[in-house]
């Protein structure tokens, strides 16, 4: 899950420079990373880039033990994100 979570974040981090001519800012908070490159999810996609950010922290932060999804919905999850990355790479 963190890696979906990276993934994401590093596609909408290129989205940030190509909108701005900047540095993506140190953050991996994909709503707000989003923001600032004019992105515009439906209600579905952001209520899904809120579950990644809960997996974010486990990758950083090993102490931090979020609930696991059960393989079905990793798998779900996967699909999400592979679907997500394909839209925000032609944005």
Request: glycine share 4%.
């Amino acid at each position: 899950m963190f890696f979906c979570h990276l993934v994401i974040e590093k596609v909408i981090k290129a989205n940030v420079v190509r909108q701005t001519g900047e540095i993506a800012p140190r953050s991996h908070n994909l709503l707000y990373l989003s923001e600032i490159a004019n992105l515009v999810f439906d209600e579905d996609d952001e209520i899904f880039l809120g579950i990644l950010m809960k997996y974010q922290l486990q990758g950083r932060y090993p102490d931090y033990n979020p609930i696991i999804p059960d393989k079905t919905k990793v798998n779900e999850y996967l699909i999400k994100t592979e679907k997500l990355l394909s839209w925000l790479q032609v944005k």
